[in-house]
């Protein structure tokens, strides 16, 4: 449940922080970049925290929360793939990505144990 809710605020303050600053057509501050490394490393830890619960016996109250499981690496490795020499629309990526995961997030803890 922590790093649960720990992945959802971390990405939620990155997604929100990213998007106001690509609309600002500012870079956003030095600790944007950790943030974001802390905000990914959250989904990964989450999803390997999932495993193991997988591993232990333990399953979901709905099988969609297995989607909710999968679509968060999806959305932190995508922006990696599309990412150029643009910075801002780099940022756009990354935010978007970070919104996505969020919004996740808030919908796997909707589906998790019954």
């Known amino acids: 449940m922590v790093v649960g809710t720990l992945l959802i605020v971390t990405n939620a303050i990155v997604g929100i922080w990213g ?9 956003p501050a030095g600790i944007y970049m950790q943030l974001l490394a802390l905000s990914q490393t959250m989904v990964i830890a989450q999803a390997t925290l999932g ?3 997988l591993s232990d016996g333990y ?8 989607a909710y499981g999968l679509l968060p690496l999806l959305a932190i490795a995508y922006p990696y793939a599309l990412r150029g020499e643009d910075g801002r629309k780099n940022l756009l990526y ?19 144990p019954a």
């Open 19 to 27: 998007l106001i600053a690509y609309r600002r057509d500012r870079p």
């Open 51 to 53: 495993l193991i619960l």
């Open 59 to 66: 399953r979901p109250g709905d099988k969609l929360h297995f």
């Open 94 to 112: 990354f935010a978007i990505g970070a919104t996505v995961v969020a919004a996740l997030g808030v919908r796997a803890y909707m589906t998790g």
